[in-house]
C-alpha cells in the first residue's frame, strides 16, 4: 500500500503568499473544478494528465500538491506523477473539503486569478468596454474599428 505526504492548506497558503514555486494541481474534470477550487490551483484533470503535465510543469523538482473532492483521482495521480520522476509530490490534506474546513475561499469558473485581474484592471483604470449591441452597430457602421475578444472559444460560443 503507498504511502503518501501531505501538504495543509495553511502551509500551501503562506507559500503563496511567500512566492516559492508550487504548483497546486486539482486533477477533477474541468466541470468540477469550475464549481468550486482555490484561486491559484490549477485544473489538469486525471484523464489528461500524462498528456500535460511535462509541458505544464517541466521542473521535476517543483513542490507539487495535489487534490480531488474526495474521488479518489488525487492518490492515483500522487502515484503517477511520482512513477514519471516528480520528485516532491504530496496530497491536499482533507482536499478540498480541507481547503474549505481550513477558511480557505473557493472560486467558480475557469480562469478565475485572470478575469479577477481583469475585473481589477477595469474598475481602477476603467478600460472602455462595448455591449454586444454597440459592437453590432459598429459592424454595420462599416467603420475601420478592431475588435478584440478576449473570451476563450467555448464561451465566445455559449455566451
Not at 9 to 23: K, N, S, V, Y
Amino acid at each position: 500500500m503507498p504511502t503518501y505526504a501531505y501538504r495543509q492548506a495553511a502551509g500551501i497558503r503562506q507559500a503563496l503568499l511567500d512566492r516559492r514555486e508550487l504548483a497546486l494541481i486539482d486533477v477533477r474534470e474541468e466541470a468540477d473544478f469550475a464549481t468550486a477550487h482555490p484561486l491559484f490551483a490549477v485544473n489538469l484533470p486525471l484523464s489528461k494528465l500524462e498528456l500535460e503535465v511535462r509541458r505544464r510543469i517541466p521542473r521535476f523538482t517543483t513542490p507539487l500538491t495535489v487534490y480531488d473532492n474526495g474521488e479518489g483521482l488525487a492518490e492515483i495521480a500522487v502515484e503517477r506523477l511520482r512513477a514519471w520522476g516528480y520528485q516532491d509530490v504530496a496530497l491536499l490534506t482533507e482536499g478540498l473539503a480541507g481547503w474549505r474546513r481550513s477558511g480557505g475561499e473557493l472560486f467558480q469558473d475557469v480562469n478565475s486569478a485572470s478575469k479577477a485581474f481583469g475585473e481589477l484592471v477595469e474598475s481602477v483604470r476603467h478600460t472602455p468596454s462595448l455591449s454586444a449591441q454597440e459592437v453590432q452597430a459598429l459592424i454595420d457602421s462599416r467603420q475601420e474599428v478592431v475588435i478584440v475578444d478576449a473570451r476563450r472559444f467555448d464561451e465566445y460560443q455559449t455566451m
